[in-house]
């Protein structure tokens, strides 16, 4: 009987919900539990998002704006935890939207590591005495050192290396917008610290003066 599955269901959801507040689990089990989780998740991968499709093209609209409702909350809450991880994020996916690239699995598929790019920046925050918050909170922008229109959209070496985090550092915002896609004296010397790797394709290891 699909109904009462549904409603037995309901009454399991609500039974969890209502012992773990009444138990909350400590920090300590909460990591073993998403530890687990994922172990199980990423054993079954894609038969869980089989599942996970399935079920939502059976959603109703309630059960979606729901859903949707809950993802907007924990967004919420999660920006302001983390306000690097979506300040980062939010770059590339201008740097995405300038290339023409897919907006699937962005930085998944083409090796960015979000979490290094995070510590580079926050490192150079470190240096002048502020945070990655205060920085993100003061009209400092995140710039390309070498500025993205030299590099070649269409190579995944490029691409990949147009978003290292040495490429990246901070700029007051009004300095950022003024120097636009120039390449200045003063970029060239900085440039000239970065390893050759993460040049474009297109100079051959040399920086073009």
């Known amino acids: 009987n699909p109904d009462w599955i549904e409603n037995n269901r309901k009454r399991n959801r609500e039974y969890a919900k209502e012992k773990r507040r009444l138990n909350p689990p400590t920090e300590e089990q909460r990591i073993e539990i998403n530890k687990r ?5 990423h054993a079954n991968r894609e038969k869980r998002l089989a599942q996970q499709k399935e079920a939502k093209a059976n959603w109703t609209p309630e059960r979606r704006a729901q859903a949707n409702k809950v993802k907007n909350s924990w967004e919420k809450k999660d920006k302001a935890k983390n306000p690097a991880k979506y300040r980062i994020k939010s770059v590339i996916s201008g740097v995405f939207e300038r290339m023409g690239k897919k907006k699937i699995n962005r930085t ?3 090796g960015i590591d979000v979490k290094a790019i995070s510590e580079h920046l926050e490192s150079l925050a470190l240096q002048v005495g502020k945070s990655f918050k205060w920085m993100h909170e003061n009209e400092y922008h995140i710039d390309h050192i070498i500025p993205v229109n030299l590099y070649n959209g269409n190579n995944e070496d490029d691409f990949r ?5 040495i490429n990246l550092r901070w700029l007051p915002s009004k300095e950022n917008q003024s120097r636009g896609d ?13 390893s050759p790797e993460i040049y474009p394709k297109s100079w051959g290891g040399v920086i073009p003066i």
């Open 37 to 41: 989780n994922n172990k199980n998740y």
């Open 108 to 110: 998944i598929s083409y």
């Open 161 to 165: 290396n147009c978003n290292n985090p």
């Open 182 to 194: 120039k390449l200045r004296p003063e970029d060239i010397e900085i440039i000239k610290t970065l």
